[in-house]
């Protein structure tokens, strides 16, 4: 069983910036991925960045040269950094992890983009 426990979401000007953190219950060494979904109002859940190996990737064109992720192993946490907010960057941001061929989910953190 593995619990994921997002934060730092909230309402920012566009332009703004939010970094959302997820700390895993158990070694995210032991991941096979780890990662950063979201979902907006009306659309589907998408990957926007995930850790399959050491390296991180940006998976949404969207909003690649905006959004970083990066991890703290130490802290078995994963962080996203979101600079220059745009108001369709908000959305539900859920922390995903996949752990012995199981998918787990945070419960998710929302994050408002004002125009």
């Known amino acids: 069983q593995v619990q994921l426990l997002e934060s730092g979401g909230g309402l920012v000007q566009a332009g703004g910036s939010l970094r959302l953190s997820c700390v895993a219950s158990r070694s995210i060494f032991s991941f096979n991925m780890m990662g950063w979904y979201r979902q907006a109002a009306g659309k589907q859940r998408e990957l926007v960045a995930s850790f399959t190996d050491s390296s991180g990737t940006i998976n949404a064109d969207s909003v690649k040269g905006r959004f970083t992720i990066s991890r703290d192993n130490a802290k078995n946490t994963v962080f996203l950094q979101m600079d220059r907010l745009k108001p369709e960057d908000t959305a539900v941001y859920y922390c995903?992890?996949?752990?012995?061929?199981?998918?787990?989910w945070g419960q998710g953190t929302q994050v408002t983009v004002s125009s």
């Open positions: 995903y992890a996949r752990f012995r061929y199981n998918d787990y």
